[in-house]
Every structure is written in C-alpha cells, then in structure tokens.
C-alpha cells in the first residue's frame, strides 16, 4: 500500500472505494461481444458482409479493448476516497496519490451514455455546452468512470461527492436524469 495512504487516519475517510481488475475485464469482455455483434450486424444491413472484414473489425475492437486494459493498469484509477477536506485518487499498480482539495474544485459533471457512468471533476477548468449532448471541457479535469467499480458501490460513491460538493443544482438534476 502508498505510504501516503497509511499515514492518514482511519477516522478522517468518509468513503472509500476500490476498483478491481475483474470488473475492468469484464467490461472490456463485454464492449468486445457487443461490438461484433454490432459489427456484425452493421455489415450485413449494408450488404458487405465478408468474412475477412468482420474479422479486421473485431481484432481491431480487440487491440482497442487490450490498451485501453493496459492503460487503465499503468494510469488507472484504483481507489478513490473522499475525506472532509478532499479526494484522493490513486492510480495504476503503484497507487500513486492525487490529492484534489474540496476548494479546487471548480465544477463536477456528470453523465452517463449507454450505461456507462462518467464524472468528470473540473479543477479549474471550465465547459462549454454547444449543443444539447456534447461537452467540451477546456483546462484540468479527472475523469472517472465505473468501469472498474462495482456498480452498488460507484453509486454511493457518487452519493458521496454530492453531498460532499454541496448538491450543486446542475449536479443533481443530471443525477435524477442519468440514474
């Protein structure tokens, strides 16, 4: 464990939550069937179904899931825990510390497309809204997403960074939507 980690008191984190490597794969292992059954069906509506061609696409689907595993195991974000005074993130095998103060926090959006939950913490930052369904964000975020988090437990998390962020108004309207 992070040295950082053991020095802070037990009684100091107010929730904690650990992601897990089956969780990611699953995911990944999802993404891929869902994708080739996509691919699939895609290239036979458009009647260029070959065999040759729905197998680029699902090895390509496969080396996208394989790095986008192996980046989540270099810089992932392995645990989260959220005290009276902050955040705190640990990344990749080595569970190196980000520390976000509540007083850096400059906004919090949330949302979630196709089932997949996705915070994005703005650390001055800011975003912009074009069109309804697209951000743009300009400036330091962390973005983090379930991917690698049991569902029951990532939803409390976002509980959590609610109450802890002061239920900001645009916050918790896209919480009732997206949940």
């Known amino acids: 464990m992070n040295d950082d980690y053991e020095i802070k008191e037990k009684n100091d984190i107010v929730f904690r939550i650990e992601g897990k490597i ?17 691919l699939f069906l895609l290239l036979r509506i458009r009647g260029s179904y070959t065999t040759v061609l729905f ?5 390509i689907l496969v080396l996208y899931m394989v790095i986008d595993f192996l980046i989540w195991e270099k810089k992932g974000i392995r645990v989260i ?6 955040i705190s993130l ?18 919090i959006d949330f949302f979630s497309k196709l089932g997949r939950r996705v915070i994005n913490i703005l650390t001055g930052g800011r975003k912009f809204k074009p069109f ?11 973005r983090i ?16 960074l609610k109450s802890f962020y002061g239920n900001p108004e645009h916050f918790v309207s896209k919480m009732n939507k997206g949940t």
């Open 81 to 86: 825990e959220i005290d009276k005074n902050g």
């Open 55 to 59: 197998i680029i696409g699902l090895a």
């Open 145 to 160: 997403t379930d991917d690698a988090f049991n569902d029951s437990e990532f939803s409390i998390f976002v509980e959590r």
């Open 90 to 107: 640990y990344r990749g095998k080595e569970k190196k510390l980000t520390r976000v103060e509540k007083n850096q926090i400059t906004d």
């Open 22 to 38: 089956r969780y990611m794969v699953y995911t990944n292992f999802g993404g891929i069937i869902a994708g080739g059954i996509l």
């Open 132 to 142: 309804p369904g697209v951000t743009i964000f300009q400036g330091p975020r962390i």
